[in-house]
């Protein structure tokens, strides 16, 4: 296959994280509204260019006070900083339908370089005829690098909410006429 464009079909994608709370269980939340410009051959993801919004305003972790709580200049300042943004800069082939996909990730107002796991999954046909490909991702960022720093000590030793934020991503996408 050659490169092509690609659209982020966003009822079949989903970016989610998970952060420990307490030191002793975890939170998952998501976030609904993304985008996503790519351009690539699914066959070979080592020439792709991807540049990925995360409207962070979007924010659901099924807790409507904590949730706007994230929304505040305590967390992700939405006012200020709407988005999380990622743009690739390199990206390497790892295994069979596996890469290390390496760009600058912005947040809050800082950038730094991240790399993600991500996997191609397959590519196909739905029903009407349109063309399809399926992609995986994960890796994890650390808060306190991007300025997400608000926290509390707890009574029994240790923090209200942990440094490391796991993320996974699961993206659908059609390929552009």
Do not use: C
Request: net charge negative; no cysteine; proline share 2%.
């Amino acid at each position: 296959m050659s490169k092509a464009k690609w659209i982020v079909d966003a009822s079949h994608s989903s970016v989610d994280f998970t952060i420990r709370h307490m030191m002793i269980s975890k939170v998952k939340g998501t976030f609904h509204l993304f985008d996503a410009a790519i351009e690539a051959d699914p066959a070979d993801l080592t020439t792709a260019a991807i540049d990925f919004n995360v409207e962070l305003s979007s924010i659901d972790t099924r807790n409507a006070d904590r949730d706007n709580h994230l929304r505040t200049a305590d967390f992700f300042d939405t006012e200020q900083y709407p988005k999380l943004n990622f743009k690739s800069t390199s990206i390497r082939k790892t295994d069979d339908d596996e890469y290390a996909v390496t760009g600058d990730l912005t947040l809050h107002g800082v950038t730094r370089s991240e790399t993600f796991e991500v996997a191609f999954e397959g590519e196909g046909k739905d029903p009407w005829g349109n063309q399809k490909a399926g992609f995986s991702g994960k890796g994890s960022i650390k808060r306190s690098e991007y300025g997400l720093t608000y926290n509390a000590a707890l009574e029994t030793g240790g923090v209200l909410i942990a440094d490391e934020v796991k993320i996974s991503i699961e993206i659908q996408a059609s390929k552009q006429a």
